[in-house]
């Protein structure tokens, strides 16, 4: 492969509402996407669409060299960043950037707006049932309460004339809430003044950022969903805007068979539990961030109150018990349905109530914003016919012939599926995991009969190896999981064929 990949899509393709810049005359707009892991502890999505791939390029390079600077400056664990230095200091105003001394400020702001429900000291309570799941033994009451007062002192104090902060205490502290979604919106500043471009979103562990021409698919993933393709519940037109997610269903602490978010109420030391997860529509990114998080944390009652008082803030709120609480635009956001409806067929003997779940995970690199491996997933009957493509990852359609066996079979005869690079937003997960679905359908949509098929996991990275791993399986009425051997670009896999875990 080249050492640039990009996915180049004719731009009219994705969105017949967008249209080349007419002071470029009649130039027209293509798309390029990269994909990346290990940015900001997860994984990276970035979408130029630009005139040319030199102008995508020079967007890219200074969008990533924005991530990588600010994240230096923020970074909290990062030893050697300004914050984590800034740290080690105590009662000593000190001069600190611009950006630190803005998301401070923010913290300041933020944690007044929601009367304690969002706070950088969170870290101590986190802390706190951390050392709990180690012991398998919930906190005290008195641990609680001595954290929560640890949590509710002052913790720094801002000079605005002199740009100073002094640290006061000595309670850890973390930038998470929303400092994702202030880095993703320097880095997409950073790339529009750059060069000439049509339109950018950045997407960093479900935190997304859309500026330009653009009127972006967003998919909001469904909490109680696990797997990567499953259906969203709802799908969402965003233009100039930024979208975050924020929810405990995919991080947390297990204690004692209980599952505890890793969200946690400062005003309480109790980990939020009302609300499983929040999605946020603002035109200000980190308003988003915070807001995002802080519906985690609130009731809902409380998040309602504040949100009305933002102007342009849309979310959508999943409760506990599936509750769906929407704001009042909310419904404005979203893609208009469609009519298509198809009628499934089921095959005889095939059991609709199982699923097969493919886990992955892709080899780390310990460099980080390494590219994504190319990956193909695809099930073949005992006949060695071509079942279903379950998944396919790529960026640059003419590198596909490098997933030499998916190609061999689909290359001539499958048609790009441009709907693979709508966005979707969700909580943050770990970078490189991935669990897919098979739900048992070809690629018309209908249910394949009971028997033996064989699953075959095919990657190529850039820079790197080709591997192929294949499965026989058999599909019928007994669960069963098979650990796969990994290799150099994915590190482990397994096949758990089992009941759904969601209708």
Not at 91 to 99: F, G, H
Not at 265 to 277: H, M, N, Y
Not at 343 to 357: I, Q, S
């Amino acid at each position: 492969m080249k050492s640039t990949i990009y996915c180049f899509i004719s731009f009219l393709f994705i969105s017949g509402s967008l249209f080349a810049n007419p002071v470029l005359k009649k130039k027209i707009a293509h798309l390029f996407v990269s994909h990346y892991e290990n940015v900001l502890g997860t994984s990276m999505e970035l979408k130029v669409s630009a005139y040319s791939e030199k102008n995508a390029s020079v967007a890219e390079a200074a969008a990533l060299a924005e991530i990588k600077r600010v994240s230096k400056l923020l970074s909290t664990y990062d030893p050697q960043s300004e914050f984590s230095q800034w740290l080690q200091t105590k009662n000593t105003p000190v001069p600190v950037s611009p950006e630190l001394f803005e998301v401070l400020s923010l913290f300041d702001a933020w944690r007044m707006k929601t009367n304690g429900a969002l706070d950088a000291s969170a870290q101590v309570i986190s802390k706190l049932w951390k050392q709990a799941a180690g012991k398998q033994e919930l906190p005290s009451k008195q641990a609680l309460a001595s954290a929560v007062e640890e949590v509710q002192q002052a913790h720094w104090k801002l000079d605005m004339q002199n740009r100073t902060a002094t640290h006061l205490t000595n309670a850890p502290l973390v930038l998470n809430s929303f400092a994702k979604t202030y880095i993703i919106k320097r880095a997409v500043d950073a790339a529009m003044a750059s060069t000439n471009l049509n339109s950018i979103v950045v997407n960093i562990g479900g935190d997304i950022v859309i500026s330009g021409n653009v009127n972006e698919s967003v998919q909001i993933s469904d909490p109680k969903a696990d797997a990567e393709n499953d259906p969203p519940i709802d799908i969402l037109q965003v233009s100039n805007r930024a979208v975050a997610t924020s929810g405990n269903y995919r991080r947390g602490e297990l204690i004692n068979g209980q599952w505890y978010s890793h969200i946690v109420d400062p005003r309480t030391g109790l980990p939020a539990d009302e609300v499983i997860s929040a999605t946020v529509v603002a035109p200000n990114a980190t308003d988003a961030g915070a807001l995002a998080t802080s519906f985690n944390v609130l009731t809902p009652s409380e998040s309602i109150q504040l949100a009305a008082n933002m102007p342009d803030v849309e979310y959508l709120l999943i409760t506990k018990n599936g509750e769906r609480i929407e704001s009042k635009g909310w419904s404005e956001l979203k893609a208009p349905a469609t009519n298509n409806v198809k009628l499934v067929k089921t095959a005889e003997g095939w059991n609709n109530g199982f699923e097969l779940a493919i886990n992955l995970e892709v080899s780390t690199i310990a460099e980080q914003f390494s590219h994504r491996p190319f990956v193909a997933i695809w099930v073949e009957d005992k006949d060695k016919n071509p079942i279903r493509t379950v998944s396919l990852w790529y960026n640059k359609p003419k590198w596909l012939h490098d997933l030499r066996e998916w190609y061999r079979i689909f290359g001539q005869t499958m048609m790009t599926d441009y709907t693979q690079f709508s966005s979707s937003t969700s909580a943050t997960r770990s970078p490189g995991k991935y669990l897919i679905k098979w739900d048992g359908k070809d690629d018309k949509g209908n249910y394949v009969k009971p028997g033996k098929y064989t699953v075959y996991i095919e990657a190529a990275r850039e820079h790197g190896t080709y591997q192929l791993i294949k499965q026989e399986l058999e599909c019928n009425e007994s669960p069963k999981l098979i650990n796969l051997t990994g290799n150099v670009e994915i590190a482990s896999a397994s096949l758990d064929y089992r009941k759904k875990t969601n209708n």
